[in-house]
Nanobody, 124 residues
Framework: QVQLVESGGGLVQAGDSLRLSCATSGRVFNTYHMGWFRQAPGKEREFVAAVSRGSVTTNYADSVKGRFTISRDNAKYTLALQMNGLKPEDTAVYYC?????????????????WGQGTQVTVSS
């Protein structure tokens, strides 16, 4: 498994931007498909965005499409999520996740490594 540590969360106002980062444990990063998920209080964890190991493919939840951008730097072993136009409904704990599966997938169950999460709170 790969070690994942998120950072960059915080309290912002609606319309603001935040950039989340996920630091990983090293060279194996390049062998993983990566994703961001989030969990709001009282709700199940849900998919936000994902990127394939070679950055060929990206996917976004409909609720964030056009506002969030996922990116990875395979030279620095880091994953990022640029979040623009934040809304109160984006409030959640955001998790970085890694999938070692051969085929790219956005299914939560396909991601076997998880970070501890970083809190994002958007006030109206």
């Amino acid at each position: 498994q790969v070690q994942l540590v998120e950072s960059g969360g915080g309290l912002v106002q609606a319309g603001d931007s935040l950039r989340l980062s996920c630091a990983t444990s090293g060279r194996v990063f390049n062998t993983y498909h990566m994703g961001w998920f989030r969990q709001a209080p009282g709700k199940e964890r849900e998919f936000v965005a994902a990127v394939s190991r070679g950055s060929v493919t990206t996917n976004y939840a409909d609720s964030v499409k056009g506002r969030f951008t996922i990116s990875r730097d395979n030279a620095k072993y880091t994953l990022a999520l640029q979040m623009n136009g934040l809304k109160p409904e984006d409030t959640a704990v955001y998790y970085c996740a890694a999938s070692a599966r051969l085929l790219y997938s956005i299914r939560l169950s396909d991601f076997g490594s998880w970070g501890q999460g970083t809190q994002v709170t958007v006030s109206s």
